[in-house]
């Protein structure tokens, strides 16, 4: 087992202190914008969640249905780090509250596909839209370079994040 410094990192990390400094006062400015979701919502959105008790979990799995495109639950379990049962409660729930639809897969009468409900798909494409649009201007700013760097330190991020759901 890897010993850890006072800070968290494992002592045989190359990542200097400053870095570990640094990314320990980002870390909180992204979370804290990932909070803010929901007061981002389109109010048409928000409306719905908000009567059907639905959370960012919900969310998540919304977001991934729509930028993806018809889904199986299993996808949505693998893609998002879900047991498949969990999957499963949060896009029945979501199609109960009429933001997700199910229907057979044409290719395979076996599975069903989960996909966004038209009336809503748009409102969700113009809210995953603003809120990806930051990180598009912040990625416009980088180097090629540097954006190679930091989409493999984000995936690298979530695969750590994966790991630590899966270990839990």
Do not use: C
Not at 11 to 33: D, F, H, K, W
Not at 61 to 78: D, K, N, Q, T
């Amino acid at each position: 087992m890897e010993e850890a410094s006072a800070d968290g990192a494992d002592v045989a990390s190359t990542v200097s202190a400053e870095q570990r400094r640094r990314l320990t006062m980002l870390v909180p400015m992204v979370s804290a914008y990932l909070r803010r979701a929901r007061n981002d919502m389109p109010p048409v959105i928000r409306k719905v969640f908000e009567q059907a008790g639905l959370g960012a979990r919900h969310g998540a799995v919304l977001g991934f249905v729509v930028s993806s495109g018809p889904a199986s639950v299993s996808e949505v379990a693998r893609q998002l780090g879900l047991g498949l049962t969990n999957a499963s409660q949060l896009s029945g729930e979501l199609t109960r509250a009429g933001l997700l639809q199910r229907r057979n897969d044409p290719a395979d009468h076996r599975r069903t596909l989960l996909s966004a409900a038209p009336e809503y798909r748009a409102a969700f494409e113009e809210f995953l839209a603003r809120r990806s649009a930051g990180l598009f201007r912040a990625m416009d700013r980088l180097t090629p370079e540097e954006r190679h760097g930091f989409l493999a330190g984000m995936q690298a991020w979530v695969d750590e994040i994966e790991g630590e759901q899966g270990g839990a």
